[in-house]
């Protein structure tokens, strides 16, 4: 048999076998189940010969199987790779040569699309298939060990040497709202740390807790909200293989009553525009909202809270530190800010020279804390760029006002100076979703005839609003509210905007546009 690790036996001690761990498809798990499947996926993993260090990705759904692999792969001192099934077929392709993987525990609606005789990465020899209700047989992939994941044998002779809790444990590859993804690297007792951090401090789970996140296990954001904090506590996870569509949200709450809920913003405006004009949306079980993964606007938040009587707590975290380091709290919100630094995190702002700014003044955020990644997967020169004695580059530009709340003033790359003056598009688009018209906005550094830097606004508009009319009543309100030098010459209104999969605007793609138009308009 396989020696249980840290992790393991912080989930399962034997006073909370019978308790209820995962309600899912209408069913639920007691921790003994979730337990017994775990050792039986270390069994297999042990049958395949995996070795302490070997990479093992996961393209999961969200579901028990998902929880039992991932332990079970920490379990045996190899390292886990969680990989959302959102991405496109290339972003999967690229983290599993990136990052090497061994084997791989994959769905079997993705099998097929994902790898093919001639796509298979080099160093994948072994997989396991996870085949759902209605799934068809998986033929074999030349070269490779094939097995179905329910009914693949294993071993259990050979016993591991423990792995220390501060060894490598798995990698989480950044959601690429900048460009190419990146593995950071982290520990068993990175979860623990975040568990005693945020989850400790600002969720104060209680008992009868159901935690149900529409962000993705494979996240950091959704790994923390809808496994390590609900089932290190011996609380009760709700998890859901759909993609939270806003129907789908409301099916969830209807049946498990979820106490607390995890999104993103564009979660919480769905959720919304469902509410008012679909059907409505029972949140009567709620007792706690949190929203992280972008700054949740003051107004989405006000109206969310307006509407349902639920606050909604905004933080920040990262990849890099595995989860939020700065939330607000229940009880002491302020809507627009990320909230207060947490207990046992360090922030500092500096300027682009690297100079401590002014109380009260923009700078970019560094963070320290013990939850922050080791460093990126064989990226040697952006880990020293990023991780840097200690402290984490965050990219993101920060003010903290005089009663310790922090405000996101936007990623330090999508900030820009049009007339040798810093603008922030967060604080541009927080003034245009004021507007009745504005379903979302997003604003990034464009150039006008002469090629001089200008602001300018992509705008997804609620039904019924004419652009023409939407635009000239949006520039009065942009003139009474911002600076000239901070309001938009150039409007253009699109029918959505282009995120990654955790929900980020990527603004990078709206620059990309620009310059093309650019391009097009000097031919």
Aim: hydrophobic fraction near 40%; proline fraction near 4%.
């Amino acid at each position: 048999m396989f020696m249980v690790r840290s992790l393991f036996s912080q989930l399962f001690p034997p006073e909370r076998a019978s308790r209820g761990a995962i309600l899912y498809e209408h069913s639920e798990i007691a921790y003994s189940e979730l337990c017994d499947e775990t050792i039986r996926v270390a069994e297999v993993l042990n049958g395949l010969d995996i070795q302490a260090g070997d990479r093992v990705a996961i393209l999961l759904a969200d579901s028990p199987e998902f929880i039992a692999s991932f332990v079970a792969i920490i379990s045996l001192g190899a390292i886990a790779v969680p990989i959302n099934l959102a991405l496109r077929r290339e972003d999967q392709l690229f983290i599993l040569e990136d990052c090497g993987a061994r084997a791989a525990i994959i769905e079997a609606s993705s099998m097929q699309a994902l790898i093919g005789e001639a796509d298979a990465p080099p160093e994948l020899h072994d997989i396991l298939i996870v085949r759902r209700e209605g799934d068809s047989q998986i033929s074999s992939v030349r070269g490779m060990n094939v097995q179905d994941f329910v009914s693949a044998k294993g071993v259990s002779e050979a016993p591991h040497a423990e792995a220390a809790i501060d060894s490598d444990a798995f990698i989480l590859y950044t959601s690429g709202s900048t460009g190419e993804p990146k593995g950071a690297v982290h520990s068993q007792a990175d979860i623990f740390y975040t568990n005693e951090t945020y989850c400790r401090e600002v969720l104060r789970l209680r008992e009868g807790d159901r935690l149900f996140s529409s962000s993705r296990l494979p996240f950091a954001y959704g790994l923390g909200n809808a496994f390590t904090f609900p089932l290190l506590n011996g609380f009760t996870t709700i998890l859901c293989r759909e993609k939270p569509a806003p129907a789908v949200v409301s099916e969830v709450f209807n049946l498990y009553r979820p106490t607390i809920f995890f999104g993103v913003p564009v979660v919480y405006r769905m959720l919304l525009e469902h509410h008012r004009s679909v059907a409505p949306l029972d949140t009567s079980s709620l007792r706690l909202c949190v929203s992280a993964g972008e700054a949740l606007p003051a107004q989405l938040g006000e109206e969310w809270e307006k509407t349902f009587g639920v606050q909604v707590l905004d933080g920040i975290g990262s990849t890099e530190m595995l989860h939020m380091f700065m939330s607000n709290h229940d009880g002491e919100v302020r809507y627009g800010s990320s909230g207060q630094l947490l207990n046992g995190y360090d922030a500092r702002l500096v300027d682009h020279e690297g100079a401590a700014t002014e109380p009260g003044e923009v700078g970019n955020l560094w963070i320290r804390g013990a939850s922050a990644s080791s460093r990126y997967w064989q990226r040697l020169e952006t880990t020293t760029q990023t991780f840097v004695d200690g402290w984490t580059r965050t990219g993101d530009l920060y003010r903290c006002d005089e009663n310790g709340f922090w405000w996101h003033m936007g990623r330090s790359d999508d900030c820009f100076k049009p007339t040798g003056q810093w603008v922030s598009p967060i604080e541009v688009e927080s003034v245009m979703v004021r507007h009745d018209a504005v379903r979302v906005a997003a604003v990034v550094e464009g150039f006008d005839k002469d090629g001089l830097s200008c602001v300018c606004a992509f705008l997804v508009l609620t039904d019924g609003h004419d652009p023409e009319s939407a635009e000239i009543d949006i520039r009065a309100l942009c003139e009474a509210a911002l600076p000239r030098f901070k309001q938009p010459r150039r409007y253009y209104f699109v029918s959505e905007l282009p995120y990654t999969a955790t929900g980020k605007v990527q603004r990078f793609k709206l620059r990309e546009q620009l310059r093309g138009e650019k391009g097009e308009q000097q031919l």
